[in-house]
């Protein structure tokens, strides 16, 4: 198949995907890696008009985070505006390092201090990501917001919409995206719900985009390279205690209870 036809076949399931016409104006949540960098070029490819939103979560120096590691740094913003900039559109970024701190990073420590293990990519799906994000798109004149999650979207009968996993099972992101209220999942699109990884990084690699050979950023992006617990220590926030028998036997101490999670 010639270059030419595949880059048609690719804008039409682009268009597919977005369920708008060329033209339509969509944003684009970027974190600066390779997989959002991607949805945005292939809106673009496909003749939309797309703006560019980053949110700015947290201080690398507070957090200590390797530059391998890392998502929605300030590294990271500069590098979703690069790909702006080699795309052509503009690119905003919001800053809500205080809106993570509290309804992220501080519900995280507490969870923790419980014995709890949180995901704190729910609740920053949740509150930043799809809310602020969201708003500040339609703000912009944005019909949808679109990103790099591993997810699908379709509608029961019903019309209601209906949250899937990705087809790469390997990478599917579809399980912390749960808490989705219907209003906001009719206003996003998945684009790479139903790529593999492998796929996006061609689609990257063809595009010529910059970060097409950027690593992964890891699941816990304000921890870093360091484990849970360790992160916790670090702050200052796990004390330790006692080891206590269901029958009130002492059966030692411990010095971070961080390290522990239910069944344990």
């Known amino acids: ?27 684009v949540a970027m974190s600066g890696g390779v997989d959002s960098s991607v949805v945005a070029a292939l ?47 503009r690119h905003y970024v919001l800053d809500e390092r205080q809106s993570f701190r509290e309804e992220v990073i501080g519900p995280f420590i507490e969870s923790w201090r419980t014995g709890q293990t949180p995901n704190p990519c729910v609740a920053c799906n949740r509150s930043l990501k799809f809310d602020r994000l969201l708003k500040r798109a339609l703000s912009l004149g944005a019909e949808v917001l679109a990103t790099g999650h591993y997810a699908q979207l379709d509608a029961d009968d019903g019309g209601r919409p209906r949250l899937r996993r990705g087809m790469d099972r390997g990478k599917d992101q579809a399980y912390f ?12 699109r998945f684009p790479l719900g139903g790529l593999s990884k492998t796929d996006v990084r061609e689609h990257a690699e063809r595009l010529g985009l910059d970060v097409a050979q950027k ?7 304000f921890v870093g390279a360091k484990k849970p617990a360790d992160w916790m ?17 002492r059966l030692g101490r411990h010095d971070n209870l961080a390290k522990f999670t239910v069944g344990q």
């Open 177 to 188: 995206l749960y808490p989705l209220p219907a209003v906001q999942a009719r206003l996003l």
């Open 1 to 27: 198949m010639s270059k030419s036809r595949i880059t048609q076949d690719v804008r039409h399931w682009t268009r597919e995907q977005i369920g708008l016409p060329s033209g339509a104006r969509v944003a």
């Open 215 to 221: 690593a992964e950023s890891m699941d816990i992006c």
């Open 43 to 89: 809106l673009v490819e496909a003749g939309y008009d797309v703006i560019g939103l980053t949110a700015r979560l947290y201080d690398t120096e507070a957090t200590e985070v390797p530059r391998a590691g890392s998502c929605c740094a300030p590294e990271d913003a500069r590098d979703a505006k690069g790909v702006a900039a080699q795309l052509g559109f």
């Open 233 to 249: 220590a670090a702050q200052g926030q796990v004390p330790g205690g006692e080891l206590i028998s269901l029958d009130g036997t």
